[in-house]
């Protein structure tokens, strides 16, 4: 799991460095999929017995998969901005 959440947050650096504008609202739709994802497993899947630890555990790490993303794209439109402020000092 700290695998993708690592994943989401590079992958959000990059497009927040790329299209600094849009920032953490591309991020946002990197961990939208997630939800999607949770919301139609949770529809069309048996019901199972639940283990509430589990299923707490489970919600962190997903949600941690959410924030990864746009606080990623956040950071990237920073340092994109930054970048672009430095090279218009430096002409």
Same mark, same amino acid.
């Given at each position: ?6 994943? !989401? ?11 600094p504008e849009?920032?953490?609202? /591309?991020? /946002?739709?990197?961990? /939208? ?5 949770? /919301?139609i ?10 283990n509430? *630890? ?7 790490? !997903? ?25 218009? *000092?430096?002409?």
């Amino acid at each position: 799991m700290p695998l993708m959440i690592g994943t !989401y947050g590079i992958s959000g650096i990059a497009l927040g460095f790329v299209w600094p504008e849009r920032g953490w609202r /591309l991020g /946002l739709w990197l961990g /939208l999929f997630w939800v999607v994802l949770l /919301l139609i497993a949770l529809l069309f899947s048996d019901p199972v017995p639940w283990n509430l *630890r589990l299923v707490i555990k489970d919600l962190i790490d !997903y949600s941690l998969i959410v924030i990864a993303g746009p606080l990623g794209g956040a950071v990237g439109a920073i340092i994109s901005r930054r970048r672009m402020v430095d090279a218009s *000092r430096r002409s």
